[in-house]
Structure formats: structure tokens, C-alpha cells
């Protein structure tokens, strides 16, 4: 099995008097597909806002790639090569689809503020390997015909592939994906299974939260169940997806394919 790209020890979060994430212990490997599920109010929001770095934790250990990052903000965890989506679409709605993944791919880039006034050479070539690489984001994400269509314009799934192309733009080794095929039709679930399968073969370790059990039988190598902010269930999803504990508290039937 390939090193652990993150570890997450006795994570908690406490709002007030609710304890929304407690004790938490999980790994991801490099090159996995992990996936995160469990009921409504089960905390797996908030893991992600803690392993993303919009959400400090009240207590515990994150470590990403062997360092600990325990509570740095998101900038520095993208940084650091973590990037996320949300379960409401963040997209800039009068953007194109384009200048959207550009938008994010100027993380990675390295010409000064003096070399944008004055148009160098150099900033010249960032700029067009800039907008190669936004264009090969869009064609991965299938995208790239809607290139120069305003994000408002796109229908929701091409909203919602948009989004995974903003957060692929960053160039991210780990990429945390909060419930991506929400409101999708069975095609448009079907393509997400298969972009995900590409996320993965490209190198890109992916961690998701998702309710579509298929999609999560479909992709994913390991399954965490939250509870009440407490894991309840681990392991490849034959063996957690037919737990009679994961049954009775999420999935309310006997069985499940996997």
C-alpha cells in the first residue's frame, strides 16, 4: 500500500455545548479513493471544514504528506496541495467556464506583479501555458467545448464538473469532494463515477463525502461512516456498506451491491 498522504488523530470539534466531531482517527493513502458517509448532522461537513482549513479543530492531529498542518488556514493547505469543492456550487456565475479555472490556476504561477504591468516575456509565456493548462482542465472535466459559455448559463451538472475543474486547477495532490453528484441524474452521476476514476489514474488522491451509495460503490477503495460526529464503521465498502450498524443508523435496508 502506497504512504499515508493524510492522518487524522483524535480530531474534534466542539461548538458551544455540541460536540459536532469527536475523537476521530482516519488515514488516506496516496493514490486512493476514500469516501465519507453517514447521516444528515453526522459531522462529515465539518471534518471537511477542519481537514480544509476553513475550520479549526478544538482538539487533535491533522497531518498532510507527514507534516502536521493542525488548524493552518485554506490558503496555506492549498498551499500545501489540499483542495476542495462544496455541496453548494461556488462557482463565479459571470465568469465563463474559462476564465473560472483560470481564476484558480493562478495559485501556481510565479511572475511578480512587476512582470504583469510590464507584460514580459516571461509573464507573456506563464500566460499562455496558463491558459493550455485551464483548457486541459476544462477537456478532463469535458468542459472544454463550453469554454467560453458564462458559468451562469451552464446546466447544474456542468456547473457541478466545473467546480471539480476549479479545485483540479490548483493542482492539488489531495482533493476533498463535499457531496459531488448532489442533485444529479443517473447519467450525470454515471460521468461523474468516470471523471473521478480519471481524477484518480492522473495521480490525485481523492477523499469524498457523498449519500449516492452507487457512486460510492462504484469508486471508492474505503469507506469511513460518521454517527453522531463519532466513526462508527471502516473498511472496503462490501464490507462496511453491509454492516448491520451502518444499515440500522444510515442506510435503513438489509443490504446494499458493492
Not at 482549513?53 to 487533535?60: F, K
Amino acid at each position: 500500500m502506497n504512504a499515508e498522504i493524510l492522518s487524522v488523530t483524535g480530531l474534534t470539534r466542539i461548538f458551544g455545548g455540541l460536540t459536532a466531531v469527536r475523537d476521530v482517527n482516519m488515514t488516506v493513502h496516496a493514490g486512493e479513493v476514500v469516501g465519507l458517509i453517514g447521516p444528515n448532522g453526522a459531522g462529515k461537513t465539518t471534518l471537511f471544514n477542519m481537514l480544509g482549513g476553513s475550520l479549526p479543530p478544538s482538539s487533535g492531529r491533522i497531518r498532510f504528506d507527514g507534516a502536521d498542518c493542525t488548524g493552518e488556514p485554506s490558503h496555506v493547505m492549498g498551499q500545501r496541495g489540499v483542495s476542495r469543492t462544496f455541496q453548494i456550487t461556488s462557482v463565479f456565475p459571470s465568469l465563463s467556464a474559462l476564465d473560472n479555472v483560470r481564476s484558480a490556476a493562478y495559485r501556481t504561477t510565479k511572475a511578480g506583479w512587476g512582470a504583469s504591468v510590464f507584460r514580459t516575456a516571461a509573464y507573456r509565456r506563464e500566460e499562455a501555458d496558463l491558459h493550455r493548462r485551464s483548457m486541459e482542465t476544462l477537456a478532463f472535466c469535458d468542459l472544454d467545448h463550453r469554454a467560453d459559455i458564462l458559468a451562469d448559463a451552464l446546466s447544474y451538472g456542468e456547473q457541478r464538473r466545473l467546480e471539480i475543474a476549479i479545485a483540479l486547477a490548483a493542482q492539488p495532490r489531495l482533493l476533498l469532494l463535499d457531496e459531488p453528484a448532489a442533485g444529479m441524474n443517473p447519467e450525470e452521476g454515471q460521468r461523474l463515477v468516470e471523471m473521478i476514476r480519471r481524477i484518480r489514474a492522473s495521480g490525485v488522491t481523492v477523499l469524498l463525502v457523498e449519500h449516492h451509495m452507487r457512486v460510492v460503490a462504484a469508486v471508492c477503495d474505503r469507506l469511513f461512516v460518521l454517527d453522531h460526529g463519532v466513526k462508527i464503521a471502516e473498511g472496503p465498502p462490501a464490507q462496511v456498506l453491509n454492516d448491520p450498524e451502518v444499515i440500522r443508523v444510515y442506510l435503513g435496508r438489509e443490504t446494499v451491491d458493492a
